[in-house]
């Protein structure tokens, strides 16, 4: 079993996750994020069982924290893209920490969702 976060926000027919390939260790070929690499195409439908977890925002008016570093982005970023898609008007600092621009997962995602997202004086 393969854990994976939820990446963007859901708009009630996709769903978009992540999951880090793990190859080259001694993980059998069709370890489910290899599969998931070499054999899925774009537009191709999977069977996902119900989400679950503890990282879950709550739902209040206080200014939030995002916090991440290398790829536990991935929560923080699906976090992010909901509070934009419900047009949350919480003040948001997003901080990640990692070894380069080339190696931030989702960079241009989380971009474009802070550029979407309400500024504040």
């Known amino acids: 079993m393969r854990r994976t976060s939820l990446t963007r926000a859901d708009d009630d027919l996709h769903r978009q996750f992540s999951v880090k390939r793990v190859h080259g260790l001694k993980t059998p070929e069709e370890e ?17 069982s119900a989400r679950f977890g503890d990282v879950v925002p709550e739902f209040t008016g206080r200014p ?48 474009a969702d802070l550029a979407n997202f309400p500024t504040h004086p």
């Open 32 to 48: 489910v994020s290899n599969l998931l690499h070499s054999s899925l195409q774009i537009g191709d439908e999977v069977v996902l």
């Open 64 to 111: 939030v924290v995002l916090a991440s570093a290398g790829i536990g982005v991935t929560p923080m970023a699906g976090m992010l893209s909901h509070l934009v898609m419900t047009g949350s008007q919480r003040k948001v600092a997003f901080l990640h920490a990692g070894n380069s621009a080339n190696t931030f997962a989702l960079r241009n995602q989380i971009r």
